[in-house]
């Protein structure tokens, strides 16, 4: 059920998939945060349409891209293969089975919308949106995996709904040191990329 070819901003062709988050600006600004070098291992946790992977494979990372939804599994393999690129993609939750050490930059766009119980969006996009009460809640869940599991350094993405507290202080409260990257004000939020090292 994949949709017409579409290209990125960066030259990526991909498919989009009704029950998988559409690349967007944030996705764009992720896209752009990503510095990795031939040969690194690299993690895009949340792949959605896989696009920050397939970046990082194109500069010739060795790259796994994981989700939760099964569809997105499916459409990042497909976006891989469009764009003659080898990825590995597997359904996984977080860092749930990553192995320790095995990366050495992970990247991850998480649903960052502030989310009443009630506010839900039925079907696999609402686990691309919801953030919970905060907004924080996979973020600051993603980030206490990544503290568990020794990653060194990440991209993540944030948004200025899901604050106070900055993800600056989320990520120093987990022994991270952040700094903003990169940003874009929209209408009704900025979207921040901030880059995190292990402390
Ligand atoms: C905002 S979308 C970003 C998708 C893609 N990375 C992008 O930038 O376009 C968030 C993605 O995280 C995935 N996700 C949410 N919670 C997750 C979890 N606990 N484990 C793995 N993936 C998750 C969603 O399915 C969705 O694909």
Redesign the pocket.
Known sequence: MATAELRSPHGIRYETHPD??D??D??WL?VDAIDVGKGERFL??????G??GIQAARSGARVLA????PH?VGLARRNARLNEVRIEVAR???LAGIRRGRFDAVAF???YLPTAPDEHVPGRLD??LSGGHTGRA?TERFLDEARDGGIRRAWVVGSSLAEPPTLVQVAKDRGFRARAVSSKRLSFETLTVYDLFAR
């Open positions: 998988v988050y690349p967007h944030d996705t992720l895009e946790v949340g792949c959605g349409a696009l920050a994981t989700d939760r939804n997105a996984a939750d977080l766009n998480p649903p686990a691309a996979v």
